[in-house]
Protein backbone atom coordinates (compact mmCIF):
# COMPACT_ATOMS: atom_id res chain seq x y z
CA UNK A 1 0.00 0.00 0.00
CA UNK A 2 1.61 3.04 -1.10
CA UNK A 3 2.15 6.20 1.43
CA UNK A 4 -0.24 8.82 1.44
CA UNK A 5 1.13 11.92 1.00
CA UNK A 6 -0.37 15.38 3.10
CA UNK A 7 0.03 18.71 1.87
CA UNK A 8 -1.44 21.86 1.99
CA UNK A 9 -3.41 22.82 -1.11
CA UNK A 10 -0.57 25.72 -1.93
CA UNK A 11 1.72 22.83 -1.75
CA UNK A 12 -0.26 20.92 -4.12
CA UNK A 13 -0.72 23.38 -6.57
CA UNK A 14 3.22 24.47 -6.38
CA UNK A 15 3.96 20.80 -6.74
CA UNK A 16 1.61 20.52 -9.33
CA UNK A 17 2.70 23.58 -11.31
CA UNK A 18 6.24 22.54 -10.86
CA UNK A 19 5.30 19.01 -12.89
CA UNK A 20 3.33 21.20 -15.26
CA UNK A 21 6.53 23.02 -16.35
CA UNK A 22 8.92 19.92 -16.39
CA UNK A 23 6.94 17.95 -18.67
CA UNK A 24 6.21 20.38 -20.94
CA UNK A 25 8.33 23.69 -21.15
CA UNK A 26 11.40 21.87 -19.56
CA UNK A 27 11.52 18.91 -21.89
CA UNK A 28 11.51 21.03 -24.29
CA UNK A 29 14.37 22.95 -23.56
CA UNK A 30 16.70 20.04 -22.76
CA UNK A 31 15.85 18.11 -25.68
CA UNK A 32 16.92 21.61 -27.52
CA UNK A 33 20.28 21.39 -25.43
CA UNK A 34 21.19 18.09 -26.07
CA UNK A 35 20.77 18.65 -30.17
CA UNK A 36 22.67 21.64 -30.34
CA UNK A 37 25.22 19.51 -28.18
CA UNK A 38 24.86 16.73 -30.46
CA UNK A 39 25.87 19.16 -33.70
CA UNK A 40 28.71 19.97 -31.96
CA UNK A 41 30.07 16.59 -33.22
CA UNK A 42 32.12 14.15 -31.51
CA UNK A 43 30.01 13.13 -28.49
CA UNK A 44 32.82 11.37 -26.66
CA UNK A 45 34.53 14.68 -25.90
CA UNK A 46 31.60 16.78 -26.33
CA UNK A 47 31.16 18.28 -22.46
CA UNK A 48 27.10 20.29 -23.50
CA UNK A 49 26.25 16.93 -24.27
CA UNK A 50 27.18 15.24 -21.32
CA UNK A 51 25.91 17.99 -19.23
CA UNK A 52 22.55 18.33 -20.63
CA UNK A 53 22.31 14.38 -20.56
CA UNK A 54 22.70 14.83 -16.91
CA UNK A 55 20.44 17.54 -16.27
CA UNK A 56 18.25 15.71 -18.33
CA UNK A 57 18.11 12.88 -16.07
CA UNK A 58 18.18 15.07 -13.06
CA UNK A 59 15.01 16.56 -14.77
CA UNK A 60 13.38 12.80 -14.98
CA UNK A 61 14.08 11.88 -11.52
CA UNK A 62 11.93 15.02 -10.62
CA UNK A 63 9.46 14.35 -12.16
CA UNK A 64 8.95 10.45 -11.33
CA UNK A 65 8.78 11.76 -7.86
CA UNK A 66 6.64 14.37 -8.22
CA UNK A 67 4.39 11.94 -9.89
CA UNK A 68 4.52 9.90 -6.90
CA UNK A 69 4.08 12.30 -4.35
CA UNK A 70 0.84 14.06 -6.22
CA UNK A 71 -0.50 10.70 -6.98
CA UNK A 72 -1.01 9.54 -3.40
CA UNK A 73 -1.21 12.68 -2.16
CA UNK A 74 -4.20 13.91 0.33
CA UNK A 75 -5.21 17.61 1.19
CA UNK A 76 -4.99 18.57 4.44
CA UNK A 77 -6.25 21.72 5.86
CA UNK A 78 -5.35 22.28 9.13
CA UNK A 79 -7.65 23.97 11.65
CA UNK A 80 -8.42 25.12 14.98
CA UNK A 81 -7.37 23.11 17.08
CA UNK A 82 -5.76 22.42 20.64
CA UNK A 83 -3.81 19.41 19.32
CA UNK A 84 -0.69 19.09 17.42
CA UNK A 85 -1.75 17.55 14.16
CA UNK A 86 -0.45 17.65 10.44
CA UNK A 87 -0.23 21.29 8.83
CA UNK A 88 0.49 22.84 12.59
CA UNK A 89 2.72 24.92 12.92
CA UNK A 90 4.39 23.92 16.60
CA UNK A 91 6.06 26.53 18.83
CA UNK A 92 8.76 24.08 21.38
CA UNK A 93 10.42 24.79 24.17
CA UNK A 94 13.27 22.13 24.70
CA UNK A 95 13.77 21.04 28.50
CA UNK A 96 16.76 23.62 29.72
CA UNK A 97 16.21 25.79 27.19
CA UNK A 98 14.59 29.06 27.65
CA UNK A 99 14.42 29.51 23.39
CA UNK A 100 11.44 28.88 21.79
CA UNK A 101 11.46 26.88 17.84
CA UNK A 102 9.08 26.75 15.49
CA UNK A 103 8.13 23.94 12.98
CA UNK A 104 5.76 22.92 10.77
CA UNK A 105 4.05 19.58 11.55
CA UNK A 106 4.46 18.22 7.83
CA UNK A 107 5.90 17.14 4.18
CA UNK A 108 9.36 18.38 3.34
CA UNK A 109 7.90 19.57 0.41
CA UNK A 110 6.11 22.20 2.67
CA UNK A 111 9.39 23.58 3.82
CA UNK A 112 9.47 27.24 3.61
CA UNK A 113 11.62 30.32 4.44
CA UNK A 114 9.77 31.22 7.73
CA UNK A 115 9.82 27.75 9.12
CA UNK A 116 11.60 24.37 9.81
CA UNK A 117 9.53 21.22 8.83
CA UNK A 118 9.72 18.38 11.33
CA UNK A 119 7.99 15.16 9.22
CA UNK A 120 5.54 13.20 11.39
CA UNK A 121 6.96 10.05 10.92
CA UNK A 122 10.28 11.31 12.93
CA UNK A 123 10.74 10.32 16.25
CA UNK A 124 9.96 14.16 17.50
CA UNK A 125 6.73 14.27 15.54
CA UNK A 126 5.41 11.36 16.22
CA UNK A 127 5.70 12.05 19.78
CA UNK A 128 4.26 15.02 18.95
CA UNK A 129 1.37 14.32 17.53
CA UNK A 130 -2.01 14.70 19.99
CA UNK A 131 0.01 16.51 22.31
CA UNK A 132 -1.78 20.01 24.07
CA UNK A 133 -0.23 23.40 24.91
CA UNK A 134 1.58 23.05 28.00
CA UNK A 135 2.06 18.90 27.69
CA UNK A 136 5.57 17.73 27.75
CA UNK A 137 6.90 14.77 25.53
CA UNK A 138 9.56 12.80 25.30
CA UNK A 139 11.40 11.19 22.53
CA UNK A 140 14.62 9.42 21.39
CA UNK A 141 16.87 11.63 19.09
CA UNK A 142 18.70 10.34 16.47
CA UNK A 143 21.64 10.02 18.76
CA UNK A 144 20.29 7.99 21.38
CA UNK A 145 19.57 10.37 23.99
CA UNK A 146 16.18 10.70 25.51
CA UNK A 147 14.74 14.58 25.20
CA UNK A 148 11.83 16.60 26.06
CA UNK A 149 9.98 19.43 24.90
CA UNK A 150 7.10 21.79 26.12
CA UNK A 151 4.48 22.80 22.93
CA UNK A 152 4.14 26.16 24.07
CA UNK A 153 1.80 27.06 21.27
CA UNK A 154 0.24 25.57 17.90
CA UNK A 155 -0.53 27.47 15.24
CA UNK A 156 -3.33 26.72 12.48
Known sequence: MPDVHHFS??????LSAELEELTTTA????????????ELGDLS??????????EQGKMEARI?????????????EAGDTDEVSQGH???????????VE??????IE?????????TPGSPLG??????????????ESPTGAQLKVEVVEIEA
Open 27 to 38: RIDIARKIQTAR
Open 126 to 139: QALLGAKVGDWVEF
Open 64 to 76: RDLQALLLDAEII
Open 110 to 118: EKGADVEVL
Open 9 to 14: QATFDR
Open 89 to 99: VVHLRYEGDDD
Open 45 to 54: ENGDYHAAKE
Open 102 to 107: RYLIGS
